[in-house]
């Protein structure tokens, strides 16, 4: 990187601004930003590197209409019968942020809640040493007895289209969040034309025979090594900066792939050890220097008069953060307003060309 490098500074906190009385607002995860008077950066540009940034995390565990909710069916059986469905409804957590055992707790309240006649069916808990929550059937197998069967599933309602639905394990759930996403990728619903209600993986007694349970059910199911982070990334996209480039940038991601992607930042800290609290359980600090940063081709035809900057999660959509300005009812103030993330800042370098290349520009100069 040493070659001859110019700084461009920028902030989120630069989306806002104008008088009190008539603000220019944009949105913390997509806004533009122009400066009057004449460009960001003027001069021929060979490449642009991002090479630092600093990004408060402050996406809560739970978000709100995205990964709040578990659609629930109980099934009955008695004397080995086919299990027949007795209650189905969902429960929903509220947002926040959430260690392991504050989630199992929050699980179990909402359980208890919508569910108060079958409360002691389920225990939610967490393992002392991978720290993954747990579902557990409290019921021993009794044919002479009645025996329930706790059908989770993911709440395909929060998807907007059925396009979404048929990849709704690309998208933000609960039951992922929790550590639970791989067990229904390999266990999908039945699709026995005999089974009415097309039932999934359960949580079942102890002893339960298989032949009533055509998904698959066990007794507990423990999730993977609890995260508490609801991204695993943030992908800062840009397109203005990237207008230039031959080579489009591209994700893996199976629901929204993403062109433009200037930097992936990963929501963990810098160091390997264990921490009682998971990055993203919290909110915390990113900081991160890169050593080997994406180089942007540019154009020495133009120079910089425009940054877009848009954040996005590992689903490819909008990265959320806890803003929530909700209208008032009935003229009565009934909610607080919160006011959302803190705000993050980057560092690029713009390179210039070599002398063969600058021809008769003269650059900047006093």
Known sequence: MHTPNANIVTSSFDRNSGPIQNPTAQPYNNFRIQTLGGNIVQGQINKISVTELMIPYNTPTIVAGMNDTVFVRIFSTTGGAA????????????????????????????????????????????TTTTNAITFSNTQTYNPAAVNYLLDFAPNVTNLSSPSNIAKALSYPQLLWTAGFRTLYANNPPGVDPADAYNRGPEIVPTGTPNALVPSGGWPVIIGSPYTGRYTDFIDIV????????????????????????????????????????????????????????????????????????????????????????????????????????SDYAITFHVHEPGAEEQNANVGYHY
């Open 83 to 126: 299990p027949g469905l007795i209650e189905a409804a969902t429960f929903t957590v509220p947002p926040g942020f959430y260690t392991a055992a504050e989630l199992a707790a929050a699980i179990q309240s909402a359980w208890n809640a919508v569910f108060p006649a079958y409360a002691a069916i389920l225990t939610v808990g967490v």
């Open 238 to 341: 840009s397109t203005s900066l990237c207008q230039a480039q031959y080579i489009r940038d591209s994700t893996t991601s199976q629901a929204v792939p993403k062109r433009d992607v200037i930097a992936r930042v990963y929501v963990c800290n810098n160091i390997s050890i264990y921490t009682a609290d998971p990055a993203g359980s919290r909110p915390f600090v990113i900081h991160r220097m890169y050593p080997n940063p994406k180089n942007i081709k540019f154009t020495v035809d133009r120079s910089i008069d425009t940054i877009d900057l848009s954040l996005f999660d590992m689903y490819g959509e909008p990265l959320p953060t806890s803003q929530a300005f909700p209208l008032q009812t009935l003229g009565t103030a009934q909610y607080p307003a919160n006011c959302g993330a």
